[in-house]
């Protein structure tokens, strides 16, 4: 289920640590299914089952929010930074608008589609994030960061999302993308703006005799092909 992966899978000490704690005590909270089989919660006690040798139990969820159903199992008990509490909360905000718009198109079947995509959001404004913000227990600023990221740099979100990378250090990486692009267009706007007007010829034959009724300083570039051999080159001064 796509609310399976609201939250960042455990890596490192933190995973390690489950799996000792389940091969040592068991599976004290079973994962859970959906009515139809799909994973809902717990793909981090399974993946642990599974490397500690312990056959994994499981629940049936019969509730009508699984999306929610999945930030109260888990909110209060991963120990997320900031920037991967507002990840979360931004993805849960996705899973609602989809369930809402599945609920408003009862013909297309549930379970078709796998979720909206990472990068793309519900329309937001600033009143909307403070009030997300408040019920994550972040900044604004962390949301509008995240949300900023998640729109015009998805492929920065997996770094979020593990903790390597902050909003804030995010959001960095993308205003330099964006002024380095702007550069790029700038450049190419000058250049264009350059070569507007420009004479092109082409003549081809011997340089010395071709090119002999040029005047000195009278063109900006003189481009040969293929180059001449290494005899000439007292000519190139």
Known sequence: HPAA????????????????SIRTQGLREPAWLTADGALLDGRNRVRACHAAGV?????????????????????????????????????????KESAKKLVAKPHRPVGSSSGPPVDHLPTRGPRTDEVLAKSLGVSRSTVA???????EAPDLVPEMESGKLSAKAAEREVKTRLARKREVERRQEAEQVALSGTTFEIRRG????????????????????????????????
């Open 5 to 20: 992966e609201l939250f960042p899978l455990m890596q490192g000490y933190e995973f390690d640590a489950l799996v000792e």
């Open 55 to 95: 056959k994994p139990d499981f629940r049936q969820y019969d509730g009508d929010d699984p999306v929610q159903f999945v930030w109260d199992m888990n909110v209060n008990r991963r120990h997320l930074t900031a920037t991967q509490t507002a990840v979360a909360g931004l993805r849960r905000e996705e899973l």
């Open 145 to 151: 960061q995240v949300a900023r990221v998640i729109e």
């Open 206 to 237: 011997d340089f010395q005799t071709v090119l002999a009724d040029l005047d000195a300083d009278s063109v900006a570039l003189v481009v040969t092909a293929p180059p001449y051999g290494a005899q000439y080159t007292h000519l190139y001064g």
